[in-house]
């Protein structure tokens, strides 16, 4: 079992930088592929990013590529979400998921542990 608290979203003018955590309990957090998902009002969630447990392979949004950046600690047994260049249309509620199998996936459906979220808000 594994529990994920996401910390650092807020309210962010466009063109600015936020950087998302997302806290995992879990004595096996090393083994988990660990994804960020978003989803907007009205709109489905949608995959943002994903790293393997040996940070060996990244996946991007083609939406984000350039501008996020996931990495993740597992000493510290944390992921994060570096977001640069913020524009409006990032704005959402951000999840942070996890994967048993480590293969990276991008449908949500395939992530086996969520958190609650934290919400990002972009202003133009």
């Known amino acids: 079992q594994v529990q994920l608290v996401e910390s650092g979203g807020g309210l962010v003018q466009a063109g600015g930088s936020l950087r998302l955590s997302c806290a995992a309990s879990g004595r096996t957090f090393s083994r988990y592929v660990m994804g960020w998902f978003r989803q907007a009002p009205g709109k489905e969630r949608e995959f943002v990013a994903a790293?393997?447990?040996?940070?060996?392979?990244?996946n991007y949004a083609d939406s984000v590529k350039g501008r996020f950046t996931i990495s993740r600690d597992n000493t510290k047994n944390t992921v994060y979400l570096q977001m640069n260049s913020l524009k409006p249309e990032d704005t959402a509620v951000y999840y942070c998921?996890?994967?048993?199998?480590?293969?990276?996936?991008?449908?949500?459906?395939?992530?086996?542990?969520w958190g609650q979220g934290t919400q990002v808000t972009v202003s133009s």
């Open positions: 998921a996890a994967r048993q199998t480590n293969v990276i996936r991008t449908t949500a459906p395939e992530y086996d542990y």
């Open positions: 790293i393997t447990w040996s940070t060996t392979m990244k």
